[in-house]
């Protein structure tokens, strides 16, 4: 079945960096773009940062560009999100994405989450 299982999150001090990790299984990993999302107490969820199939084309939200960085290990189906600089406002569940376009229809799949809480 399908899986995608964040890791990483966790407690962290302003100006600090975290590593978040999503493990894929299930599906072919190397034909779908990858994000990363989050979503903080009562508000709604927010894109972070996409990257393509290949791993060749990035996209961030504003917020984030230049303190975060995502990537992905299609030979490990992992992706990854480095957030360097961190701020109280990152703090908030982040959750990994897998989509494709098939012939049916966009294929969408989510992970559980990982906690993030910045603070001193």
């Known amino acids: 079945q399908v899986q995608l299982v964040e890791s990483g999150g966790g407690l962290v001090q302003p100006g600090g960096s975290l590593r978040l990790s999503c493990a894929a299984s299930?599906?072919?990993?190397?034909?779908?773009?990858m994000s990363w999302y989050r979503q903080a107490l009562g508000k709604e969820r927010e894109l972070v940062a996409s990257?393509?199939?290949?791993?060749?084309?990035?996209n961030y939200a504003d917020s984030m560009k230049g303190r975060f960085a995502i990537s992905r290990d299609n030979a490990k189906n992992t992706v990854y999100l480095q957030m360097n600089s961190l701020k109280p406002d990152d703090t908030a569940v982040y959750y990994c994405?897998?989509?494709?376009?098939?012939?049916?229809?966009?294929?969408?799949?989510w992970g559980q989450g990982t906690q993030v809480t910045v603070s001193s």
């Open positions: 299930g599906f072919t990993f190397s034909g779908f773009r």
């Open positions: 994405n897998a989509a494709a376009i098939m012939s049916s229809g966009r294929i969408d799949y």
């Open positions: 990257i393509s199939a290949t791993g060749r084309s990035t």
